[in-house]
C-alpha cells in the first residue's frame, strides 16, 4: 500500500528555519512527482510547492524565496527547507504524491497525515 | 493568485443529490481539464475523489461525479449519506506562476 509518513514539525520563532521530511513506501518513488500542501488552523488547503520525479521546482508566490523543496530518490525522501518563517507559515504541511511521470495532469492522489509547523514567539 | 471560488457551505437531506460548484478564469479552470476535488472528513487528511474534471478513482463511490463548463467546475454527489458530511476542495492546474490553486472550501452538511 502506498503510505507518506511526514515528520520535522516543530515549534518555530519567527525568522527560523526548519526542514521537513517525508518518507514514501509502496510505490516507485521515483517515478512520481511531488508536492507539499499547507493548511492553516481551521482554513482551506494551499498549493506550496512542487518537484518533478526529474527534480523540476516550482513554489506558490507566498513562499518562493523562503522554501526550498527537494528530494532523494535513493531514499524514497522529499524534503521542504523553511527559512526565514513568519506567523502566517503556521499550519498542518501535507506530503502529497502527484501524478506519473509518464502522465500529463495535476492531481494528488495520496496524502501523509501531514506536520504541524507552528510559528511563534 | 485568489483561490478558486467555491460556495462556503451547502446541505441536503439523506438520498437527495447536491451540487457544489468551483469558478476559477481562463488561467485555470477554462484551460485546463486538470480539475480535481478532495473531500475532507475533520482532523482528517484529504481524499481524492475526482481527477482530470470527472474521473473517479478506484474505490470512490459512483454517487461522486464531476463536470466542467468553461471556467467552472461541479462535483455532484448523489443519494446523500451521513458519511459524506465533511469539506470539499476543489483544485486546478495554472498557466500562472503559481503551479496549483485551491478553492476555499464547501462544508457539506447531511440535515
Known amino acids: 500500500d502506498v503510505e507518506l509518513v511526514e515528520s520535522g514539525g516543530a515549534l518555530v520563532q519567527p525568522g527560523g528555519s526548519l526542514r521537513l521530511s517525508c518518507i514514501a513506501s509502496?510505490?516507485?518513488?521515483?517515478?512520481?512527482?511531488m508536492n507539499w500542501v499547507r493548511q492553516a488552523p481551521g482554513k482551506g488547503l494551499q498549493w506550496v510547492s512542487y518537484?518533478?520525479?526529474?527534480?523540476?521546482?516550482h513554489y506558490a508566490d507566498s513562499v518562493r524565496g523562503r522554501f526550498t523543496i527537494s528530494r532523494d530518490n535513493t531514499e524514497d525522501s522529499l524534503y521542504l527547507q523553511m527559512n526565514s518563517l513568519r506567523a502566517e507559515d503556521t499550519a498542518i504541511y501535507y506530503c502529497a504524491r502527484g501524478v506519473n511521470k509518464n502522465y500529463a495532469g495535476w492531481h494528488f492522489d495520496y496524502w501523509g497525515q501531514g506536520t504541524l509547523v507552528p510559528v511563534s514567539s | 493568485q485568489s483561490a478558486l471560488t467555491q460556495p462556503a457551505s451547502v446541505s441536503g437531506s439523506p438520498g437527495q443529490s447536491i451540487t457544489i460548484s468551483c469558478t476559477g478564469t481562463s488561467s485555470d479552470i477554462g484551460a485546463y481539464k486538470f480539475v480535481s476535488w478532495y473531500q475532507q472528513h475533520p482532523g482528517k487528511a484529504p481524499k481524492l475523489m475526482i481527477f482530470d474534471v470527472s474521473n473517479r478513482p478506484s474505490g470512490v463511490s459512483y454517487r461522486f461525479s464531476g463536470s466542467k463548463s468553461g471556467n467552472t467546475a461541479s462535483l455532484t454527489i448523489s443519494g446523500l449519506q451521513a458519511e459524506d458530511e465533511a469539506d470539499y476542495y476543489c483544485?486546478?492546474?495554472?498557466?500562472?506562476?503559481?503551479?496549483?490553486?485551491f478553492g476555499g472550501g464547501t462544508k457539506l452538511t447531511v440535515l
Open positions: 509502496g510505490f516507485t518513488f521515483s517515478n512520481y512527482n
Open positions: 518537484i518533478s520525479s526529474a527534480g523540476t521546482v
Open positions: 483544485s486546478s492546474h495554472t498557466s500562472t506562476s503559481t503551479l496549483g490553486i
